[in-house]
């Protein structure tokens, strides 16, 4: 297999930029976006109407390019044309970090089949900015963006989610809220959620508790604005395990080709026992079989 390297550096190419965009507050565009979006020649947008609102209030002149999940098949060839002619764009989603829920990804894979340099210029990320601030553990975590939407399909991705030990990222309709948090109950248990409301907005709002409760909230008030669940991951019931099984494990991790340290580090962790400890007395007891 041969390894692709990409670089920023000299390149007759032009440059394809993902260009992160404020996801509620327009004083949370960078400096770097700006003058990003002033300097490319073309800028591939979602909706060149609320982009346009965008470039309006940063006093940005650059040309759009409509790009989004309808036209991208189309549209992906000509990009790629203006990019190999040594022109550079900037590609937008409505708001944060582009490829997440748009067709970004297809243009990205595109670029570097034909060894056009991608750059990364950050920002807002809704999915990360409402995990930081709601109090359930944010590492690890897995992002999955919008959820199905019939029932049986949601109930059906739930079930093949729900011993996952992960906080759990998801972006809802506020119509589809109290639905989905009815099926995430009925699958999940009575887990603790948080629900993101406008985030970065005037009103945006953190509701804490469980799904119950939650549940029971927004059946007395109507949610408006966009939303995010932020749900708990599955409980790990560590299984007890004296120090004969876990020696055997190790011994069988070992067996498996995995270097000693990193077989009693594995074990130690699986089973929530101190590392250092689990190592002196693996060692002593390998040295009292040694002895036998």
């Not at 947008?45 to 999940?69: M, P, V, Y």
């Not at 199905?148 to 109930?155: A, C, D, L, T, V």
């Not at 995010?228 to 498996?256: C, H, M, N, P, Y």
Request: aromatic share 8%; glycine share 6%.
């Amino acid at each position: 297999m041969q390894i692709q390297k990409s670089f920023k550096g000299q390149s007759p190419y032009g440059k394809l930029y993902l260009v992160a965009t404020p996801i509620g507050n327009l004083e949370d565009m960078t400096f770097r976006a700006i003058q990003t979006l002033k300097e490319v020649d073309w800028i591939a947008a979602e909706d060149t109407r609320n982009t346009g609102l965008l470039l309006k209030h940063f006093d940005i002149s650059t040309k759009q390019i409509s790009f989004h999940e309808h036209n991208a098949k189309e549209k992906i060839p000509d990009l790629i044309g203006f990019l190999k002619a040594g022109q550079s764009i900037a590609q937008v989603s409505d708001a944060g970090l582009p490829s997440i829920s748009d067709p970004g990804h297809d243009l990205v894979k595109a670029a570097i089949e034909e060894d056009i340099a991608v750059v990364t210029v950050p920002g807002a990320s809704a999915g990360i900015s409402a995990l930081i601030a709601s109090g359930l553990a944010p590492q690890p975590h897995i992002f999955y963006g919008f959820l199905p939407r019939k029932s049986g399909q949601q109930k059906q991705f739930f079930e093949s989610k729900k011993d996952y030990p992960e906080t759990q990222i998801f972006y809802e309709s506020p119509h589809r809220v109290a639905d989905t948090l009815e099926n995430m109950l009925e699958v999940y248990g009575d887990r603790s959620v948080v629900l993101v409301r406008e985030l970065t907005k005037i009103y945006e709002e953190y509701q804490r508790g469980k799904i119950s409760e939650l549940l029971e909230s927004i059946s007395e008030t109507p949610l408006k604005g966009e939303c995010l669940l932020i749900v708990e991951g599955a409980s790990l019931e560590v299984e007890d395990k004296d120090e004969e099984d876990l020696f055997s494990e190790i011994q069988e991790r070992i067996q498996e080709g995995v270097k000693k340290n990193q077989a009693i580090k594995e074990v130690a962790k699986i089973y929530q026992w101190n590392k250092s400890q689990l190592y002196a007395s693996y060692h002593e007891w390998e040295e009292n079989q040694s002895d036998d």
